[in-house]
């Protein structure tokens, strides 16, 4: 009787609960951000250490479905300009060239083969977009021009590394083609700028006629749940595409950022208490995810190496036209370390070169402890270095 308690959904949600609760405290106490102490004490009660919690499909589903209403929540804050600025552009570029070139090139020198060494550039032109958006709203700091230009940067660098992972994936099959790729990115673009559109234009302002019947006044949450049902509608739409899904949401809390109910529940404000759960999840399942015993020295050392080249690569590859681009240095370094974090991205993308036989156990772990630390890293710069004297806008949020 027990043990089939232990499998009910009912005690996992307390255990994924109560290890965000220790995730919170781990953080407050420490004064680091809510993203650290999630993930480091998800690192704690997985696989790599005592394992009372693996990453099951049940962990794996709440897990997404965070990170999806995250990045819905994100969304409020911008506009399509903010997404579509040449400078934005130039970044995202920049920023994926150089990482793959870097890890392509450090993966030839540490003796991996062509077909590894492709897969490895490939990880490393990954962006999560999800934790640096997540510590720039904990500090308040989602309204800035370096916020901006990550955001933006990072939903283009999303659909340069997927046509990146296409074209590495073709070359090592042996089956590139200059018209698969074309019709990747028209897709990938299409969806975009048509899925924004729509929200936009038709989406938002049927919302707000919508508020106004007695329909809405009767039923004040028909509009909320509405809303909800697009974002989730937006986010497989771009997964449809090749894209993430939390691109998709992205887009839909764009989409609505202006849409202004009278009569019915705040869609923002709705939004944000689905993600105060479920976005916690998610940031757990990143230390869940990471199984430190398949850690050898050999995996050590490239480790090392491997993560200076992803920090460096981005630091320089998106600092530098961010800095052309008209930010102050201070700035372009906190668009550069912004853009570092390769969270469940990078995961993904080395879990695929893994089941396709292209890369090996040892490159695999090597890729998810990378995508680990470099997600860690850029919360702890954020708050100890470049907004070390700058209070929290809200210590809650995200957690």
Known sequence: MMESLVYQPEFQMIQLLFIALSGDLVASRNNQSAVIGLILVGVLVGPSAFGLITYTDFVSGLAHLG???????????????DIIAPRNWAIATLGVVVPWIGGYGLATLSGYDQSSAIFIGTALTATSIAITANVLRELGKLQTEAAKAIIGAAVIDDILALMVLAISTDIVHGSFSYASIALITLKAVAFIVIGAAFGLLVVAKYLVRLDKTRFARKYPEFIFIFAMMLAFLYAMGAEAVGLSAIVGAFIAGVSFKDVEL???RSLKEGAEYLQIIFASIFFVSLGILADLHAFTPEILVFLVFLTAMAILTKVIGCGIPARLGGLCTRDSLIVGFGMAPRGEVAMIVALIGLESGIIGQGVYVALVLMSLITTII??????NWFYRNEDCADSSLGS
């Open 378 to 383: 850029t919360p702890i710069i954020y708050r």
């Open 262 to 264: 009278h009569q019915s």
């Open 67 to 81: 990170a999806v209403i995250l990045l819905f929540v994100i969304g409020f804050e911008f506009s399509l300009r």
